[in-house]
């Protein structure tokens, strides 16, 4: 597609829940990752996949949080047993991997996730 | 692991001065580094970038700057306007990795 594509814009959960968050990566893009913003705050990294290489998941806060890519199209982060703090505006990005360096990521416009 | 920072955490400016805002890197290796704009409610975009064989780079009013010796590394903003206010953020791709540190972000306001 045109550019990354993230679904829902927004979601609104109730405490104990779980949800489930939609990528759609630009169209030929290996690499893909989640980042979290708090209100107000920096882009926290959560996980990045790239290619058929395992996952680096050293940025998920808790068990509670996993992701999944299928090849190199549709990744889904789930987080299990919502709890408050994990309101957030959760983007995806995108980037071609040309050799290093890679260009720059392309940010989807992010789920807005509320838990009340 | 890569330790990006970003100074200062917010700067306000008359429209038509210039806003210059400076990162700095930990990771000797890096040798990618982007800035990214976000606009209230809006995704991050990708504004400019330089790697590391550049010492500066220039896009109409934008500039970014780099220094390997001392790590660090400067957006400038010249004859600023208000569409320029927005949180900046500056980042450095992390060596033998494939992702970016980012830094905390820059909140600059041009006053009319």
Known sequence: ?116 | GENVEQHPSTLSVQEGDSAVIKCTYSDSASNYFPWYKQELGKRPQLIIDIRSNVGEKKDQRIAVTLNKTAKHFSLHITETQPEDSAVYFCAALISGNNRLAFGKGNQVVVIP
């Not at chain 1, 949800?19 to 990045?48: K, M, N």
């Not at chain 1, 680096?56 to 987080?79: N, Q």
């Open chain 1, 1 to 116: 597609g045109a550019g990354v594509s993230q679904s829902p814009s927004n979601k609104v959960t109730e405490k104990g829940k779980d949800v489930e968050l939609r990528c759609d990566p630009i169209s030929g893009h290996t690499a893909l990752y989640w980042y979290r913003q708090r209100l107000g705050q920096g882009l926290e990294f959560l996980i990045y996949f790239q290619g058929n290489s395992a996952p680096d998941k050293s940025g998920l806060p808790s068990d509670r949080f996993s992701a999944e890519r299928t090849g190199e199209s549709v990744s889904t982060l789930t987080i299990q047993r919502t709890q408050q703090e994990d309101s957030a505006v959760y983007l995806c990005a995108s980037s071609l991997l040309i050799g290093p360096p890679p260009d720059g990521y392309t940010f989807g416009s992010g789920t807005r996730l509320t838990v009340v």
